[in-house]
């Protein structure tokens, strides 16, 4: 009887040994074709990756090219039908029109208006007249104007003194004045002295206005050496309307 059970017990574990030995093969087939599966799907991956990127490389200076050629096409179309008035509002943006002026060197009495000449060869559709005192105004439009008057004297005699300059606007068909703005710098003199005085102002003109500068002070005005760093009047037209 020892022996039978001996043999049972013996077979037994070569059956438990085979038992675990299929299972530890399946289990080593199983992860090698995990591992298999993975390497395909990770080449796979690059692969779609690398032709996504070259369809990308290809197709993106076609697509810029496209572009390019659609808005050439687009603003073709648009300037067929922009009228004259939509034309010249373009220009106005593109360029603005301003008038750059410089102080004439001449002698003024003590109170004067003040004589300009361009800074530039061309006034960009504004004209000089009266001599140089006024500025016409092309178009009807808003207007930036920024003013620069340096006043000085030598050797004065101790005390107050006020300077004053005003810009007027003499309107098409009106001969008074109207003043756009007064300006009041007070300076006090012990000796020799210089005083720059600078002014902006928005305002709305019509075309034809013109402008002048008074000066309360003007023979105190510095005009030696270069005025065109000393006195300027510049006029910028900001929009139409």
């Known amino acids: 009887m020892d022996g039978k059970e001996e043999r049972a017990d013996a077979r037994e574990s070569y059956t ?3 038992e675990l030995d299929a299972i530890a093969r399946s289990h080593r087939t199983l992860r090698r074709e995990l591992c298999i599966s993975r390497l395909v799907i ?28 659609h808005k050439e096409k687009a603003n073709e179309t648009r300037a067929e039908f922009l009228t004259d008035g939509q034309e010249n509002d373009i220009a106005d943006a593109q ?18 208006n003040l004589t300009w ?9 504004f004209c000089l007249t009266d001599s140089g005192e006024s500025l016409r105004i092309p178009h009807d439009g808003r207007y930036k104007l920024s003013l620069l008057i340096t006043y000085w004297e030598r050797d004065p005699q101790a005390g107050q003194s006020v300077l004053t300059h005003i810009i007027n606007n003499y ?5 008074k004045p109207v003043t756009i703005l007064s300006v009041y710098e007070t300076v006090y003199k012990t000796s020799t002295w210089y005083k720059s005085v600078f002014s902006e102002v928005v305002h709305v003109f019509n075309e034809g206005d013109r402008v002048k500068v ?18 300027l009047l ?8």
Do not use: F, W
């Not at 301003?98 to 002698?107: F, G, I, N, P």
């Not at 008074?214 to 006195?231: C, F, M, R, V, Y």
């Open 16 to 18: 438990m040994l085979t």
């Open 214 to 231: 008074q000066s309360e002070n003007a023979s105190l005005i510095d005009s030696a050496g270069q005025p065109s760093t000393k006195n």
């Open 117 to 125: 000449k361009s800074y530039h060869i061309l006034l960009n559709d």
């Open 42 to 69: 990770l080449c796979l991956l690059i692969t779609c990756m690398v032709v996504c990127g070259v369809t990308y490389i290809q197709q993106v200076p076609g697509s810029k090219n496209n572009e390019n050629v």
């Open 95 to 112: 360029t603005p029109l301003v008038a750059s002026l410089t102080l004439e060197k001449s002698l003024y009495s003590v109170s004067a």
């Open 171 to 175: 309107p098409i068909g009106y001969n």
């Open 234 to 241: 510049t006029v910028q037209l900001i929009s139409r309307l």
